[in-house]
């Protein structure tokens, strides 16, 4: 096993111990909301509330602020590493003059986003208007704290520092989970207890990271606008920012118009559709988006000093360990969806309505998950080249099949046709990314592609013959277990012992199967773990 295979899986393996917490943390926000708010009116207006300005927050802060940011900073670190003198001074400058121009455009875009609240809601044909403009405006200074937050996150990923980053989002949810049942009491509703957490957290998530930059070695300051505006690091930042934004409005767009086309199709397809997508990003969160953040400062690092082998090896081990996790995980979740949904899910708002719409999504999100973590795989790999441009396409092309797809299918499909759209059209991206990303000739991606598909097919294979007990066995199971109404721990007996025996069934299958074949993935980790221990 490479070394620089051994840095990924060791890096994304920390990174992801911290974000499956995170991520079990959303999913507890998430069974908080499903508690209080259910598939109501009020949970359709806290779920909109809160996507716009994360909208914002994807689009410039964690997207566009990161993929920009840290090629050019690793440039000022590899001049540093070579010994210019004055080079701490220029890095200096350069954060500086990056962090002024940020917090400036940040808080009018915050401002903006306040004002122009109530023509924004107005086209998502909500039932709770009010209510969803006063808690947009509530919540819109989350991504002031969220953009500075990124900024931090850019700079201690270049020097191979994760772990603040990880925390931050396990305090977000866990502010968020305290103030939901902490403050409904005594606020007018518990959707702005929420809200409040929201805030609180996104302040935490910036705060907690600062320290940690300070202490590398990297002091800033406020500086002239002026100067912040004219500073060549500031530019190049902006010039790859620009196509940068173009193409994750177009990625962000969808979920903005795929929420409107839901809000007008029925009460509670929104939330629906939210608790759907909570339940996909826990596993994307915890892998592809772990590997994503970890496998950037490196291609960065490999494709300014010209070293294509590290490069090819990098990415491609990469592709093979999502595939290896998602692919599995997507044919189990189809299996048990029903059973996940109503342990996490249902509650005293949370009935079987909720229950079958939530279902309806699930179903047609869970094959794009493959798909999707590949994206989060494959675009740092053009952004380390400084190529914005590449993704920019294929995200804006992904987002008129989503759009016209999601057109079609919310009539007749509702929730579903929105979901399904969303999985063809992330299909449809990867495809993109991947015929982009072949015309770098120092990029030898066609042996490895076509190694790629036929190990995709096999997971595919082994991952169909492991679901087999598992829905022979999943009614049986219930039964067995099914007690009271399905409700507090009965609901745990009823469905929690059930999955987790289902769970344990089919990755001992999977396993099985695995090592019979000798899988070079599998033995990449095994001898990981026999080297550490």
Not at 5 to 27: C, E, K, N, P, Q
Not at 417 to 438: K, P
Request: aromatic share 10%; net charge positive.
């Amino acid at each position: 096993m490479g070394a620089s295979s051994r840095s990924l899986v060791r890096h994304g393996s920390a990174l992801s111990l911290l974000t499956l917490v995170s991520r079990v943390l959303g999913l507890l926000r998430e069974m908080a909301k499903a508690s209080f708010l259910g598939t109501t009116a009020l949970s359709d207006a806290f779920s909109v509330a809160f996507m716009i300005p994360n909208l914002f927050r994807r689009l410039f802060a964690e997207g566009s602020i990161s993929v920009a940011f840290i090629p050019t900073f690793k440039e000022y670190l590899i001049e540093d590493s070579q010994g210019l003198s004055d080079n701490r001074e220029k890095i200096r400058e350069f954060l500086s003059c990056v962090f002024t121009f940020l917090t400036f455009f940040v808080t009018l875009a915050v401002i903006a986003g306040i004002l122009v609240s109530p023509y924004v809601v107005s086209i998502f044909g909500m039932e709770a208007f009010d209510e969803t403009v006063f808690l947009t405006r509530l919540m819109f200074p989350f991504l002031a704290f969220v953009s500075v937050a990124a900024l931090f996150q850019g700079i201690l990923n270049s020097v191979r520092v994760f772990a603040p980053s990880g925390l931050g989002p396990i305090l977000l949810n866990l502010v968020t989970i305290l103030c939901a049942y902490g403050l409904s009491p005594f606020t007018a509703n518990p959707a702005r207890a929420m809200a409040i957490g929201i805030l609180i957290g996104g302040f935490l998530e910036a705060a907690i990271q600062f320290p940690f930059v300070l202490k590398k070695g990297f002091p800033f300051f406020f500086t002239g606008l002026k100067r912040a505006f004219k500073h060549p690091g500031t530019r190049k930042v902006l010039r790859l920012i620009g196509p940068t934004i173009i193409g994750m409005a177009a990625y962000q767009l969808n979920d903005l118009v795929s929420t409107a086309l839901a809000g007008n199709a029925g009460p509670g397809v929104v939330s629906s559709l939210q608790y759907s997508l909570r339940l996909q990003e826990l596993i994307l969160g915890v892998f592809a988006v772990s590997i994503g953040t970890v496998l950037l400062p490196d291609l960065s690092e490999y494709a300014k000093s010209a070293q294509w082998d590290h490069y090819h090896e990098r990415l491609v081990q990469a592709i093979d360990i999502i595939a290896l996790i998602t692919i599995p995980i997507t044919f189990f979740a189809l299996s048990q969806g029903e059973t996940l949904i109503r342990l996490l899910f249902q509650s005293r708002s949370f009935d079987d309505g909720s229950v079958a719409l939530t279902l309806s999504a699930f179903t047609f999100h869970m094959p794009g998950l493959f798909f999707i973590a590949l994206n989060r795989i494959l675009a740092p790999a053009f952004y380390a080249q400084s190529d914005s441009k590449s993704p920019t396409l294929a995200g804006i092309i992904s987002f008129v099949v989503n759009m016209a797809l999601a057109a079609i299918l919310v009539g007749p499909l509702k929730g579903a046709g929105v979901a399904f759209a969303l999985t063809i059209a992330s299909a449809v991206n990867t495809a993109l990314l991947l015929v982009f990303l072949r015309r770098n000739h120092q990029i030898r991606l066609d042996k490895a592609l076509r190694a790629a598909l036929v190990y995709a097919v096999k997971l595919i294979i082994f991952s169909c013959l492991a679901a087999i007990p598992v829905r022979a066995l999943s009614t049986r199971l219930i039964t067995l277990f099914a007690a009271g109404d399905g409700r507090g721990l009965s609901r745990i007996r009823a469905q929690g012992i059930p999955l987790i025996i289902n769970a344990i069934i089919f990755a001992v299958a999977g396993i099985v199967l695995l090592v019979v074949t000798k899988d070079k993935q599998v033995r990449t980790i095994w001898n990981m773990i026999r080297k550490k221990g």
